[in-house]
């Protein structure tokens, strides 16, 4: 799917151990001097995202950059394998979850005590993953209003909650919003973050107060997918008084 000639919304078959199979919506920035791959996948499924990204008629090689919107395992899963696989490749988050995806802190919701409960090979591969995340090299920061070039222009928006470091990207030039886990889209329509994975709430519907006022055409939930519209009701309905 794409918007424009700079956007292409990758879509990857996922399984999760938590929602069953499902897809998830990563995203490819396109410039003269390459692709911005926002977000990865779920770790252990690499192939499904080199598949969709060859699908989309684009080379894992073109890849420069990749943006990770939050720390979570479907959004950073492939991170380690892909910066083997690319050299060179650049990585960017905000500071609120650099220490989970550089493997210094543990993740907040696939925690320690999670992964002792989980079955004996799932706790191999995870632990694995997460020892690489200590080799990943320099992660960049991202803040609040940062004016990002690529794919005609991309504002960071900073939307803690879902995770302290969770981020939406604005594209101006499509009046696309990149919502990551801020919203989802369930059954066509428009949500509020999935409760069941924000553990800070109410912080989450008060960040999506920031969206307020956007000129937003359309919305890409990596949850769900494309939403043709404005998030405007919803946020006065969810963060009205906030
Ligand atoms: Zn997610």
């Known amino acids: 799917m794409n918007f424009g000639p700079n956007v292409t919304v990758l879509t990857v078959p996922m399984l999760s151990p938590v929602m069953g199979p499902t897809v998830i919506y990563p995203v490819l920035l396109k410039d003269g001097d390459g692709l911005t791959l926002i977000d990865t996948g779920m770790f252990g499924q690499y192939d499904s995202l080199v598949q969709a990204i060859l699908q989309a008629g684009e080379q894992l090689s073109s890849i420069k950059r990749i943006i990770l919107t939050h720390q979570d395992i479907d959004h950073i899963g492939n991170l380690p394998v892909l910066v083997r696989e690319i050299p060179g490749v650049q990585l960017f988050a905000h500071p609120g979850d650099i220490p989970v995806i550089s493997g210094s802190e543990s993740m907040l919701k696939m925690t320690p005590e999670r992964i002792t409960g989980m079955p004996q090979a799932f706790q191999e591969q995870i632990n694995a993953f997460l020892e690489q995340l ?38 101006p030039q499509e009046k696309l919003l990149l919502a990551a886990d801020e919203l ?59």
Request: charged letters at 20%; a negative charge.
């Open 134 to 171: 200590t080799q990943l090299g320099e992660i960049t920061e991202l803040h609040d209003g940062d004016q990002l070039p690529w794919g005609g222009g991309a504002e960071v928006i900073h939307t803690p909650g879902h995770t302290p470091g969770h981020i939406c990207l604005y594209l």
């Open 184 to 242: 989802r889209v369930a059954d066509g329509r428009l949500a509020g973050p999935a409760e069941s994975a924000t553990p800070d709430m109410p912080l989450a519907l008060r960040s999506l107060r920031k969206l307020d006022g956007l000129p937003v055409q359309s919305i890409v939930c990596y949850h769900g997918g494309r939403y043709d519209g404005s998030p405007q009701v919803l946020i006065d309905s969810l963060a009205g008084g906030l």
